[in-house]
């Protein structure tokens, strides 16, 4: 036992869908190569209830101009498919792509959820980007705030939020019946893990967070939110098991210790290069996805703080 009941819940729901006494979500991924994301329309066959999961808005930053050819793909499967939107997710703030959710509640209706700790996230933005008064910290942009353990429904299934912090301080993880959408903590097996080089991120929570994860039964379907392809690997894949991520992903399987990870993960973010769109993405996904309020001229604009980051 792990001493953590809402992982024990976790385990618990998982196990009721291998033993067969929960259905099963249906999932449909929908990949956005231009930022390497996966979006997912998660839905419950029976009662055709669904939940949309880190959506994107196109966003040509040369231009400044904005499009919803993959947020229309989603609009287009949820209506073929007859479901109706009940929650709009998002894992965290997004810092490589915009996110399409009001978009999606404009045309699909659903409520919009993250993790209470955005407020946080939006603290430590909002200095950056000197906001003024009018940006609120207190998360009043989204619907609803998720603390660890937090169950919703999706029709008959029942989903629990659990805080996996590190990326940023407000990730969850959603555990829908038997698959566990894990945001950016884990990628696939073969290429690691998420950055935690972030304000507010912190390598230490990371490996706690995926450790925690870790607890999740073998076959627990694992979807990322992020794939980059791999050394030796030519495909997009951002399904796979929890079996596969503890026995071999090449940063966090289960012989890798705390500090370990946090030196690789340290000495590998000091290598990269911040995120094409994190400026942009920021500043839209820390009001749940708006543009900034226009100026006299009608027109938002979006800053770049010069050094900053
Ligand atoms: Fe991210």
Known sequence: M?????IEKAIAQVDAVLA???????VRAFFHEPTFTASYVVSDDATRRAAIIDSVWDFDQPSGRTSFEAADEIVAYVQEQGLTVDWILETHAHADHLSAAPYLQEKLGGKLAIGSEIITVQGVFGKIFNEGTEFARD???FDRLLEDGEELMIGEIPLIALHVPGHTPADLAYIIGDAAFIGDTMFMPDYGSARADFPGGDAHKLYRSVRRLM???DQTRVFLCHDYKAPNREEFVWETTML???TANVHLHKDVTE???VEMR???DATLEMPRLILPSIQVNMRGGHLPPPEDDGT???????NKL
């Open 215 to 217: 607890n999740l039964p």
């Open 244 to 246: 596969a991520e503890r």
């Open 139 to 141: 998360g009043s942009q």
């Open 2 to 6: 792990t001493q953590d009941r809402n």
């Open 266 to 268: 340290t000495q590998r």
């Open 259 to 261: 500090d370990e990870f």
């Open 300 to 306: 938002s604009y979006l800053k770049v703080p010069v």
């Open 20 to 26: 067969g006494e929960l259905r099963a979500p249906h």
